[in-house]
Protein backbone atom coordinates (compact mmCIF):
# COMPACT_ATOMS: atom_id res chain seq x y z
CA UNK A 1 0.00 0.00 0.00
CA UNK A 2 1.27 3.37 -0.53
CA UNK A 3 1.38 5.06 2.38
CA UNK A 4 3.71 7.96 1.88
CA UNK A 5 2.64 11.15 2.04
CA UNK A 6 1.35 11.47 5.33
CA UNK A 7 -2.00 10.70 6.68
CA UNK A 8 -5.37 11.59 4.58
CA UNK A 9 -7.84 11.28 7.63
CA UNK A 10 -6.77 12.24 11.55
CA UNK A 11 -8.99 11.66 13.96
CA UNK A 12 -7.71 13.64 16.96
CA UNK A 13 -8.29 13.31 21.12
CA UNK A 14 -12.15 13.05 19.65
CA UNK A 15 -14.73 13.03 22.82
CA UNK A 16 -18.60 12.88 22.34
CA UNK A 17 -20.55 13.58 25.30
CA UNK A 18 -24.35 13.16 24.89
CA UNK A 19 -26.81 15.28 27.01
CA UNK A 20 -25.41 17.96 29.89
CA UNK A 21 -24.66 17.58 33.40
CA UNK A 22 -26.43 14.74 35.21
CA UNK A 23 -28.00 13.47 32.22
CA UNK A 24 -24.53 13.51 30.68
CA UNK A 25 -23.36 10.02 28.81
CA UNK A 26 -19.91 10.01 27.91
CA UNK A 27 -19.94 8.10 24.59
CA UNK A 28 -16.37 8.55 23.17
CA UNK A 29 -13.86 9.99 26.23
CA UNK A 30 -10.67 10.08 23.68
CA UNK A 31 -10.14 8.45 20.41
CA UNK A 32 -6.98 9.30 18.26
CA UNK A 33 -5.36 7.40 15.21
CA UNK A 34 -5.09 8.20 11.74
CA UNK A 35 -5.60 6.74 8.09
CA UNK A 36 -3.22 6.40 5.72
CA UNK A 37 -4.68 7.36 1.57
CA UNK A 38 -5.58 4.09 -0.30
CA UNK A 39 -5.39 1.80 3.61
CA UNK A 40 -8.55 -0.10 4.69
CA UNK A 41 -9.16 -0.07 8.89
CA UNK A 42 -11.62 -1.50 10.85
CA UNK A 43 -12.70 -0.05 13.92
CA UNK A 44 -14.00 -3.09 15.75
CA UNK A 45 -14.90 -3.03 19.57
CA UNK A 46 -17.47 -4.31 22.29
CA UNK A 47 -21.06 -3.29 21.43
CA UNK A 48 -22.37 0.08 22.77
CA UNK A 49 -18.72 1.17 22.93
CA UNK A 50 -19.92 4.08 20.31
CA UNK A 51 -18.56 2.98 17.06
CA UNK A 52 -20.97 4.30 14.92
CA UNK A 53 -21.32 7.75 17.23
CA UNK A 54 -17.40 7.62 15.81
CA UNK A 55 -17.91 7.16 12.69
CA UNK A 56 -20.65 9.75 12.30
CA UNK A 57 -17.82 12.46 13.82
CA UNK A 58 -15.66 11.44 11.09
CA UNK A 59 -17.97 11.66 8.64
CA UNK A 60 -18.99 15.45 9.40
CA UNK A 61 -22.97 13.99 10.74
CA UNK A 62 -22.06 14.57 14.44
CA UNK A 63 -20.23 16.93 15.93
CA UNK A 64 -17.84 16.12 18.50
CA UNK A 65 -17.92 17.90 21.85
CA UNK A 66 -13.99 17.90 22.25
CA UNK A 67 -10.92 16.61 19.85
CA UNK A 68 -11.29 16.97 15.91
CA UNK A 69 -10.95 15.29 12.70
CA UNK A 70 -9.07 16.46 10.27
CA UNK A 71 -9.32 15.77 6.55
CA UNK A 72 -5.94 16.24 4.33
CA UNK A 73 -4.89 18.65 7.31
CA UNK A 74 -8.75 20.31 7.19
CA UNK A 75 -10.78 20.21 9.72
CA UNK A 76 -14.24 18.26 9.13
CA UNK A 77 -17.36 20.33 10.39
CA UNK A 78 -20.10 18.95 7.93
CA UNK A 79 -19.87 16.13 5.57
CA UNK A 80 -17.56 16.40 3.06
CA UNK A 81 -17.46 15.94 -0.46
CA UNK A 82 -14.89 13.38 -0.53
CA UNK A 83 -16.38 10.78 1.70
CA UNK A 84 -19.74 8.84 0.96
CA UNK A 85 -21.06 6.71 4.19
CA UNK A 86 -22.47 3.38 3.57
CA UNK A 87 -25.21 2.93 6.62
CA UNK A 88 -26.18 -0.30 8.27
CA UNK A 89 -29.30 -0.10 7.79
CA UNK A 90 -29.87 -0.28 3.92
CA UNK A 91 -33.55 -0.63 3.95
CA UNK A 92 -33.83 2.36 5.73
CA UNK A 93 -31.54 4.54 3.80
CA UNK A 94 -32.29 3.75 0.07
CA UNK A 95 -35.32 5.56 -1.17
CA UNK A 96 -38.51 3.31 -1.51
CA UNK A 97 -40.20 5.46 -4.29
CA UNK A 98 -37.25 5.56 -6.37
CA UNK A 99 -35.85 3.27 -8.75
CA UNK A 100 -32.00 1.55 -7.92
CA UNK A 101 -30.93 3.89 -10.79
CA UNK A 102 -32.92 7.09 -9.40
CA UNK A 103 -31.12 5.62 -6.06
CA UNK A 104 -27.86 5.79 -7.02
CA UNK A 105 -28.37 9.11 -9.51
CA UNK A 106 -29.59 10.86 -5.79
CA UNK A 107 -26.28 12.39 -4.89
CA UNK A 108 -24.83 13.08 -8.38
CA UNK A 109 -27.67 15.76 -9.12
CA UNK A 110 -25.96 18.34 -7.14
CA UNK A 111 -22.56 17.63 -8.53
CA UNK A 112 -21.90 20.15 -11.28
CA UNK A 113 -21.43 17.07 -13.86
CA UNK A 114 -23.11 16.76 -17.47
CA UNK A 115 -26.17 14.16 -17.76
CA UNK A 116 -24.15 11.89 -19.59
CA UNK A 117 -21.24 11.96 -17.05
CA UNK A 118 -23.70 11.18 -14.27
CA UNK A 119 -25.56 8.37 -16.17
CA UNK A 120 -22.09 7.08 -16.90
CA UNK A 121 -20.94 7.25 -13.46
CA UNK A 122 -24.31 5.42 -12.03
CA UNK A 123 -23.67 2.57 -14.72
CA UNK A 124 -20.38 2.24 -13.51
CA UNK A 125 -21.15 1.81 -10.29
CA UNK A 126 -23.77 -0.28 -10.24
CA UNK A 127 -21.79 -2.57 -12.75
CA UNK A 128 -18.82 -2.94 -10.35
CA UNK A 129 -21.43 -4.34 -7.62
CA UNK A 130 -22.99 -6.72 -10.58
CA UNK A 131 -26.67 -4.95 -10.48
CA UNK A 132 -26.55 -3.68 -13.95
CA UNK A 133 -29.35 -6.15 -14.73
CA UNK A 134 -31.58 -4.43 -11.83
CA UNK A 135 -31.09 -0.73 -12.40
CA UNK A 136 -34.78 -0.29 -13.03
CA UNK A 137 -36.05 -2.30 -10.10
CA UNK A 138 -36.99 -0.92 -6.99
CA UNK A 139 -34.70 -1.35 -3.68
CA UNK A 140 -37.43 -3.28 -1.96
CA UNK A 141 -37.57 -5.64 -5.14
CA UNK A 142 -34.31 -7.07 -3.94
CA UNK A 143 -32.91 -9.13 -1.16
CA UNK A 144 -31.23 -7.65 1.55
CA UNK A 145 -27.55 -8.34 0.32
CA UNK A 146 -28.39 -6.80 -3.19
CA UNK A 147 -29.58 -3.69 -1.36
CA UNK A 148 -26.07 -3.40 0.02
CA UNK A 149 -24.78 -3.50 -3.05
CA UNK A 150 -26.65 -0.58 -4.38
CA UNK A 151 -26.20 1.34 -1.36
CA UNK A 152 -22.24 0.33 -2.23
CA UNK A 153 -22.63 1.53 -5.65
CA UNK A 154 -24.31 4.83 -4.55
CA UNK A 155 -21.27 5.49 -2.39
CA UNK A 156 -18.75 4.77 -5.00
CA UNK A 157 -20.90 7.17 -7.50
CA UNK A 158 -20.68 9.80 -5.82
CA UNK A 159 -16.82 9.36 -6.16
CA UNK A 160 -15.22 9.74 -2.82
CA UNK A 161 -11.70 9.18 -2.20
CA UNK A 162 -13.12 7.76 1.74
CA UNK A 163 -15.38 5.36 2.03
CA UNK A 164 -16.84 5.21 5.71
CA UNK A 165 -19.58 1.65 5.92
CA UNK A 166 -21.15 1.32 9.30
CA UNK A 167 -21.69 -2.41 10.23
CA UNK A 168 -22.90 -2.46 6.42
CA UNK A 169 -23.23 -6.13 6.23
CA UNK A 170 -24.17 -6.68 10.08
CA UNK A 171 -27.81 -7.59 8.79
CA UNK A 172 -27.00 -10.11 5.92
CA UNK A 173 -26.54 -13.88 6.38
CA UNK A 174 -23.50 -15.39 6.75
CA UNK A 175 -23.05 -16.32 3.02
CA UNK A 176 -23.99 -13.25 1.55
CA UNK A 177 -21.75 -11.28 3.85
CA UNK A 178 -18.41 -13.21 2.44
CA UNK A 179 -19.58 -12.53 -0.68
CA UNK A 180 -19.91 -8.49 0.10
CA UNK A 181 -16.61 -8.58 1.60
CA UNK A 182 -14.79 -9.18 -1.33
CA UNK A 183 -16.80 -6.94 -3.03
CA UNK A 184 -15.58 -4.33 -1.06
CA UNK A 185 -11.87 -5.60 -1.20
CA UNK A 186 -12.42 -5.63 -5.09
CA UNK A 187 -13.73 -2.12 -5.25
CA UNK A 188 -11.70 -0.19 -3.27
CA UNK A 189 -8.60 -1.70 -5.41
CA UNK A 190 -10.67 -0.65 -8.35
CA UNK A 191 -11.98 3.00 -7.17
CA UNK A 192 -8.60 3.15 -5.42
CA UNK A 193 -10.51 4.49 -2.22
CA UNK A 194 -9.49 4.95 1.92
CA UNK A 195 -11.91 3.23 3.40
CA UNK A 196 -12.72 2.88 7.08
CA UNK A 197 -14.88 0.66 8.25
CA UNK A 198 -16.99 -0.09 11.60
CA UNK A 199 -17.84 -3.88 12.41
CA UNK A 200 -18.00 -5.88 14.97
CA UNK A 201 -17.00 -9.10 13.73
CA UNK A 202 -14.01 -9.86 15.02
CA UNK A 203 -12.98 -12.37 12.06
CA UNK A 204 -14.17 -9.56 8.86
CA UNK A 205 -11.64 -6.86 10.92
CA UNK A 206 -9.10 -9.06 10.05
CA UNK A 207 -9.58 -10.03 6.99
CA UNK A 208 -10.66 -7.15 5.03
CA UNK A 209 -8.01 -4.49 6.66
CA UNK A 210 -4.61 -3.12 6.95
CA UNK A 211 -4.77 -1.85 10.12
CA UNK A 212 -7.27 -2.84 12.80
CA UNK A 213 -8.52 -0.48 15.73
CA UNK A 214 -10.03 -1.90 18.89
CA UNK A 215 -11.74 0.14 21.01
CA UNK A 216 -12.88 -0.49 24.26
CA UNK A 217 -16.01 0.02 25.88
CA UNK A 218 -17.81 3.24 26.62
CA UNK A 219 -16.18 5.72 27.36
CA UNK A 220 -14.31 4.81 24.73
CA UNK A 221 -10.86 5.25 24.56
CA UNK A 222 -8.74 3.06 21.75
CA UNK A 223 -7.21 0.08 23.23
CA UNK A 224 -4.76 -0.55 20.63
CA UNK A 225 -3.85 -0.27 17.02
CA UNK A 226 -2.75 -3.32 14.87
CA UNK A 227 -1.12 -3.90 11.84
CA UNK A 228 -2.49 -6.69 9.84
CA UNK A 229 0.10 -8.04 7.50
CA UNK A 230 -1.80 -11.03 5.39
CA UNK A 231 -1.11 -10.96 1.96
CA UNK A 232 -3.73 -9.75 -0.86
CA UNK A 233 -5.51 -10.49 -2.75
CA UNK A 234 -7.55 -11.85 -0.04
CA UNK A 235 -9.27 -15.06 0.06
CA UNK A 236 -12.29 -16.10 2.24
CA UNK A 237 -10.90 -20.20 2.64
CA UNK A 238 -7.06 -19.43 2.19
CA UNK A 239 -6.81 -16.00 4.24
CA UNK A 240 -8.53 -17.49 7.17
CA UNK A 241 -6.40 -20.66 7.02
CA UNK A 242 -3.19 -18.88 7.57
CA UNK A 243 -1.38 -18.69 11.08
CA UNK A 244 -1.36 -15.72 10.65
CA UNK A 245 -4.84 -14.98 10.63
CA UNK A 246 -5.54 -17.13 13.39
CA UNK A 247 -3.29 -15.67 16.01
CA UNK A 248 -4.58 -12.19 14.56
CA UNK A 249 -8.12 -13.40 15.20
CA UNK A 250 -7.37 -14.38 18.97
CA UNK A 251 -5.21 -11.19 19.89
CA UNK A 252 -8.21 -9.21 18.93
CA UNK A 253 -10.65 -11.69 20.75
CA UNK A 254 -8.99 -11.60 23.96
CA UNK A 255 -8.87 -7.50 23.94
CA UNK A 256 -12.44 -7.35 23.42
CA UNK A 257 -13.29 -10.77 25.41
CA UNK A 258 -11.30 -8.52 28.29
CA UNK A 259 -13.63 -5.25 27.44
CA UNK A 260 -16.60 -7.77 27.82
CA UNK A 261 -15.38 -8.85 31.64
CA UNK A 262 -14.50 -5.30 32.75
CA UNK A 263 -17.68 -3.80 31.66
CA UNK A 264 -20.78 -3.80 33.72
CA UNK A 265 -23.14 -3.21 30.98
CA UNK A 266 -23.89 0.16 31.58
CA UNK A 267 -25.82 1.37 29.12
CA UNK A 268 -25.82 -0.21 25.35
CA UNK A 269 -29.43 0.81 25.35
CA UNK A 270 -28.64 3.99 26.81
CA UNK A 271 -25.55 4.91 24.39
CA UNK A 272 -28.78 3.64 21.67
CA UNK A 273 -30.84 6.31 22.71
CA UNK A 274 -28.19 8.88 23.12
CA UNK A 275 -26.93 8.27 20.03
CA UNK A 276 -30.45 8.40 18.35
CA UNK A 277 -31.41 11.49 20.24
CA UNK A 278 -28.02 13.22 19.10
CA UNK A 279 -29.42 12.62 15.18
CA UNK A 280 -32.81 14.16 16.02
CA UNK A 281 -31.66 17.39 17.35
CA UNK B 1 -54.47 -17.14 -11.25
CA UNK B 2 -57.61 -17.93 -12.05
CA UNK B 3 -58.99 -18.37 -9.16
CA UNK B 4 -57.43 -14.57 -8.21
CA UNK B 5 -59.75 -13.63 -11.25
CA UNK B 6 -62.62 -15.13 -10.03
CA UNK B 7 -62.76 -13.73 -6.85
CA UNK B 8 -62.06 -10.37 -8.12
CA UNK B 9 -64.56 -10.78 -10.96
CA UNK B 10 -67.41 -11.62 -8.29
CA UNK B 11 -65.86 -8.60 -6.27
CA UNK B 12 -66.87 -6.34 -8.75
CA UNK B 13 -69.72 -7.77 -8.69
CA UNK B 14 -71.31 -7.61 -5.51
CA UNK B 15 -70.17 -4.19 -5.28
CA UNK B 16 -72.46 -3.31 -8.54
CA UNK B 17 -74.94 -5.56 -6.96
CA UNK B 18 -75.63 -4.22 -3.57
CA UNK B 19 -76.37 -0.62 -4.70
CA UNK B 20 -78.47 -1.95 -7.70
CA UNK B 21 -80.90 -4.14 -4.69
CA UNK B 22 -80.66 -0.70 -2.54
CA UNK B 23 -82.12 1.55 -5.75
CA UNK B 24 -84.36 -1.66 -6.71
CA UNK B 25 -85.58 -1.52 -3.31
CA UNK B 26 -86.58 2.04 -3.25
CA UNK B 27 -88.12 2.21 -6.28
CA UNK B 28 -90.31 -0.43 -5.25
CA UNK B 29 -91.08 1.22 -1.89
CA UNK B 30 -91.49 4.51 -2.99
CA UNK B 31 -93.97 3.35 -5.53
CA UNK B 32 -95.79 1.56 -2.98
CA UNK B 33 -95.91 4.39 -0.18
CA UNK B 34 -96.69 7.51 -3.19
CA UNK B 35 -96.00 10.23 -0.47
CA UNK B 36 -94.92 13.55 -2.18
CA UNK B 37 -92.44 13.58 0.18
CA UNK B 38 -90.88 10.77 -0.91
CA UNK B 39 -90.93 10.55 -4.96
CA UNK B 40 -90.53 7.48 -7.14
CA UNK B 41 -86.58 6.92 -8.19
CA UNK B 42 -87.80 6.82 -11.12
CA UNK B 43 -89.34 9.84 -11.21
CA UNK B 44 -86.23 11.44 -9.75
CA UNK B 45 -83.99 10.30 -12.31
CA UNK B 46 -85.75 11.84 -14.56
CA UNK B 47 -85.96 14.97 -12.88
CA UNK B 48 -82.14 14.44 -12.86
CA UNK B 49 -81.42 13.83 -16.35
CA UNK B 50 -83.67 16.72 -17.38
CA UNK B 51 -81.95 19.13 -15.05
CA UNK B 52 -78.58 17.92 -14.55
CA UNK B 53 -78.39 16.50 -18.36
CA UNK B 54 -77.14 18.89 -19.49
CA UNK B 55 -79.55 21.79 -19.42
CA UNK B 56 -78.26 23.11 -15.64
CA UNK B 57 -74.93 21.20 -15.96
CA UNK B 58 -73.35 24.44 -17.23
CA UNK B 59 -75.47 27.20 -15.03
CA UNK B 60 -75.20 24.99 -11.57
CA UNK B 61 -72.85 22.26 -11.50
CA UNK B 62 -70.05 23.41 -13.55
CA UNK B 63 -69.34 26.54 -10.58
CA UNK B 64 -69.86 24.29 -7.33
CA UNK B 65 -66.93 22.08 -9.30
CA UNK B 66 -65.13 24.74 -10.06
CA UNK B 67 -65.31 26.04 -6.30
CA UNK B 68 -64.75 22.55 -5.31
CA UNK B 69 -61.19 21.98 -7.46
CA UNK B 70 -59.94 25.99 -6.51
CA UNK B 71 -60.77 25.17 -2.87
CA UNK B 72 -59.50 22.04 -2.72
CA UNK B 73 -56.24 23.21 -4.81
CA UNK B 74 -55.41 25.91 -2.71
CA UNK B 75 -55.85 24.24 0.45
CA UNK B 76 -53.14 20.88 -0.83
CA UNK B 77 -50.70 23.83 -1.97
CA UNK B 78 -50.40 25.92 1.65
CA UNK B 79 -51.06 22.65 3.45
CA UNK B 80 -47.90 21.28 1.69
CA UNK B 81 -45.97 24.78 1.98
CA UNK B 82 -46.77 24.75 5.77
CA UNK B 83 -47.15 21.17 6.77
CA UNK B 84 -42.79 20.67 5.64
CA UNK B 85 -41.51 23.51 7.61
CA UNK B 86 -43.49 22.61 10.56
CA UNK B 87 -42.95 19.01 10.65
CA UNK B 88 -39.62 19.91 9.83
CA UNK B 89 -39.03 22.33 12.95
CA UNK B 90 -40.12 21.43 16.83
CA UNK B 91 -39.72 25.19 17.39
CA UNK B 92 -42.75 25.79 14.22
CA UNK B 93 -44.32 23.04 15.93
CA UNK B 94 -44.75 24.43 19.34
CA UNK B 95 -45.85 28.15 18.35
CA UNK B 96 -48.01 27.09 15.52
CA UNK B 97 -50.05 24.11 16.60
CA UNK B 98 -52.37 25.92 19.35
CA UNK B 99 -53.93 28.26 16.64
CA UNK B 100 -53.86 25.12 14.39
CA UNK B 101 -55.48 23.42 16.90
CA UNK B 102 -57.99 26.77 17.51
CA UNK B 103 -58.93 27.11 14.26
CA UNK B 104 -59.22 23.07 13.29
CA UNK B 105 -61.98 23.11 16.43
CA UNK B 106 -64.10 25.59 15.13
CA UNK B 107 -67.27 24.43 13.28
CA UNK B 108 -67.71 25.79 9.52
CA UNK B 109 -70.84 27.01 10.11
CA UNK B 110 -69.40 29.47 12.53
CA UNK B 111 -67.50 31.17 10.36
CA UNK B 112 -70.28 31.27 7.43
CA UNK B 113 -71.46 34.57 8.44
CA UNK B 114 -68.35 36.11 9.16
CA UNK B 115 -66.65 34.62 5.99
CA UNK B 116 -68.93 37.19 3.53
CA UNK B 117 -68.80 39.69 5.83
CA UNK B 118 -64.98 39.90 5.37
CA UNK B 119 -64.79 39.04 1.86
CA UNK B 120 -67.15 41.44 1.16
CA UNK B 121 -68.92 38.51 -1.65
CA UNK B 122 -71.44 35.97 -1.74
CA UNK B 123 -69.49 34.75 -4.85
CA UNK B 124 -66.26 32.72 -5.47
CA UNK B 125 -64.06 34.57 -3.46
CA UNK B 126 -65.63 33.84 -0.72
CA UNK B 127 -66.92 30.18 -1.30
CA UNK B 128 -62.99 29.08 -2.21
CA UNK B 129 -61.64 30.63 0.13
CA UNK B 130 -64.18 29.04 2.97
CA UNK B 131 -63.72 25.76 1.40
CA UNK B 132 -60.25 26.01 1.35
CA UNK B 133 -60.09 27.22 4.80
CA UNK B 134 -61.34 24.12 6.14
CA UNK B 135 -59.88 21.39 3.50
CA UNK B 136 -56.34 23.03 4.38
CA UNK B 137 -56.56 21.67 8.18
CA UNK B 138 -56.75 17.55 7.40
CA UNK B 139 -53.62 18.32 4.81
CA UNK B 140 -51.75 20.74 7.02
CA UNK B 141 -51.82 17.74 9.74
CA UNK B 142 -51.14 14.92 8.09
CA UNK B 143 -48.20 16.42 6.20
CA UNK B 144 -46.52 17.41 9.28
CA UNK B 145 -47.16 14.28 10.73
CA UNK B 146 -45.87 12.40 7.69
CA UNK B 147 -42.77 14.45 7.70
CA UNK B 148 -42.35 13.86 11.57
CA UNK B 149 -42.12 10.04 10.58
CA UNK B 150 -40.06 10.26 8.20
CA UNK B 151 -36.70 7.64 9.10
CA UNK B 152 -34.01 9.62 10.34
CA UNK B 153 -31.75 7.83 8.70
CA UNK B 154 -32.78 8.64 5.28
CA UNK B 155 -32.57 12.36 6.12
CA UNK B 156 -29.34 11.43 7.62
CA UNK B 157 -27.86 9.46 3.91
CA UNK B 158 -29.44 12.99 2.40
CA UNK B 159 -27.57 14.99 5.00
CA UNK B 160 -24.11 12.87 4.69
CA UNK B 161 -23.98 13.54 0.33
CA UNK B 162 -24.47 17.04 1.47
CA UNK B 163 -27.89 17.83 -0.04
CA UNK B 164 -28.74 21.58 0.71
CA UNK B 165 -32.20 21.41 2.22
CA UNK B 166 -34.07 23.01 0.02
CA UNK B 167 -32.97 19.42 -2.52
CA UNK B 168 -33.48 17.53 0.61
CA UNK B 169 -37.14 18.28 0.84
CA UNK B 170 -37.85 18.24 -2.42
CA UNK B 171 -35.81 14.84 -2.96
CA UNK B 172 -36.42 13.51 0.60
CA UNK B 173 -38.37 15.12 2.62
CA UNK B 174 -42.03 16.05 0.53
CA UNK B 175 -41.71 12.09 -1.52
CA UNK B 176 -41.73 10.43 1.64
CA UNK B 177 -44.36 12.00 3.26
CA UNK B 178 -46.53 11.82 0.15
CA UNK B 179 -48.32 9.01 1.43
CA UNK B 180 -49.91 10.79 4.40
CA UNK B 181 -50.12 13.70 2.66
CA UNK B 182 -52.57 11.68 0.14
CA UNK B 183 -54.34 10.54 3.52
CA UNK B 184 -55.02 14.16 4.38
CA UNK B 185 -56.77 15.05 0.76
CA UNK B 186 -59.20 12.61 1.08
CA UNK B 187 -60.22 13.48 3.91
CA UNK B 188 -60.34 17.15 2.54
CA UNK B 189 -61.93 16.51 -0.62
CA UNK B 190 -65.09 14.74 1.06
CA UNK B 191 -64.76 18.32 3.14
CA UNK B 192 -64.49 20.28 0.20
CA UNK B 193 -68.14 18.62 -1.26
CA UNK B 194 -69.13 19.33 2.22
CA UNK B 195 -67.97 23.45 2.21
CA UNK B 196 -69.28 23.71 -1.19
CA UNK B 197 -73.15 22.42 -0.25
CA UNK B 198 -72.89 24.98 2.82
CA UNK B 199 -71.87 27.73 1.18
CA UNK B 200 -73.93 27.71 -1.72
CA UNK B 201 -76.50 26.82 0.43
CA UNK B 202 -76.56 29.58 3.07
CA UNK B 203 -75.74 32.31 0.00
CA UNK B 204 -75.32 31.84 -3.36
CA UNK B 205 -76.85 32.65 -6.82
CA UNK B 206 -75.31 29.73 -8.52
CA UNK B 207 -74.37 25.69 -8.05
CA UNK B 208 -75.62 22.60 -6.87
CA UNK B 209 -76.36 23.95 -3.21
CA UNK B 210 -78.27 26.82 -4.13
CA UNK B 211 -80.33 25.04 -6.05
CA UNK B 212 -81.76 22.53 -3.36
CA UNK B 213 -81.97 25.58 -1.78
CA UNK B 214 -84.53 26.65 -3.81
CA UNK B 215 -86.39 23.92 -4.50
CA UNK B 216 -87.06 23.45 -0.47
CA UNK B 217 -87.71 27.28 -0.31
CA UNK B 218 -90.75 26.19 -3.23
CA UNK B 219 -91.32 22.93 -2.03
CA UNK B 220 -90.56 20.76 -5.34
CA UNK B 221 -89.56 17.71 -3.61
CA UNK B 222 -88.30 16.44 -7.01
CA UNK B 223 -85.54 18.97 -7.91
CA UNK B 224 -84.58 18.56 -4.60
CA UNK B 225 -83.93 14.70 -4.46
CA UNK B 226 -82.16 15.18 -8.15
CA UNK B 227 -79.92 17.54 -6.45
CA UNK B 228 -79.07 15.50 -3.08
CA UNK B 229 -78.08 12.37 -5.56
CA UNK B 230 -76.39 14.65 -7.64
CA UNK B 231 -74.25 15.90 -4.69
CA UNK B 232 -73.33 12.53 -3.47
CA UNK B 233 -72.49 11.25 -6.89
CA UNK B 234 -69.57 14.21 -7.26
CA UNK B 235 -68.55 12.87 -4.05
CA UNK B 236 -68.48 9.21 -4.79
CA UNK B 237 -66.99 10.10 -8.38
CA UNK B 238 -64.58 12.51 -6.63
CA UNK B 239 -62.76 10.47 -4.29
CA UNK B 240 -62.84 7.75 -7.00
CA UNK B 241 -60.63 10.18 -9.12
CA UNK B 242 -58.17 10.66 -6.59
CA UNK B 243 -57.70 7.04 -5.22
CA UNK B 244 -56.80 6.22 -9.18
CA UNK B 245 -54.23 9.69 -9.02
CA UNK B 246 -52.90 8.02 -5.50
CA UNK B 247 -52.45 4.51 -6.95
CA UNK B 248 -50.70 5.92 -10.07
CA UNK B 249 -48.41 7.88 -7.95
CA UNK B 250 -48.19 5.77 -4.68
CA UNK B 251 -47.69 2.88 -7.28
CA UNK B 252 -43.96 2.00 -4.91
CA UNK B 253 -46.07 2.48 -1.91
CA UNK B 254 -47.78 -0.67 -2.15
CA UNK B 255 -45.35 -2.78 -3.21
CA UNK B 256 -42.67 -1.56 -0.23
CA UNK B 257 -45.69 -2.21 2.12
CA UNK B 258 -46.38 -5.59 0.90
CA UNK B 259 -42.60 -6.25 0.57
CA UNK B 260 -42.26 -5.46 4.20
CA UNK B 261 -44.89 -7.25 5.61
CA UNK B 262 -43.45 -10.32 3.69
CA UNK B 263 -40.18 -10.33 5.60
Avoid at chain 2, 81 to 103: C, F, K, N, T, Y
Amino acid sequence: MSQNGGPVLEIRNLAKTYGTRAKATRAIADVSFSVADREFVCVVGPSGCGKTTLLKCVGGLLRPSSGEVLLRGKRVTSPPEEMALVFQEYGRSLMPWASVRNNVLLPLRHKSLGRRERKELVEEALGAVGLTRFIDHYPWQLSGGMQQRVAIARALAYQPSILLMDEPFASVDAQTRGDLEDLVLRVREEFAVTVVFVTHDIDESVYLSDRVVVLTHAPTVVEEIIGVELPFPRDQIATKELPEFAHLRGHVYRLIKRELVEESEPGESVLAEAAQKGVRE
Amino acid sequence: MTRGRAYQASAVAAEIAVPLGILAAWQVWTARANDPMFPRLSTILVEFREMWLFSQFELHVVPSLTRIAAGFAIAVVIGIVLGIPLGLSRWGRLLAMPHIEWWRAMPPPALLPISIVLLHSIGNRQKISFIAFFCLFPILLNTIDGVRGIDPTLLETARSYGMGSLERIRRVVFPAALPQIFAGMRTSLSLAVIMMVLTEYFSSTSGVGYVLLISKNTFQLVPMWAAIVLIGLLGYLLNVLLLLVERRVLRWHRGWRAAAAAQ
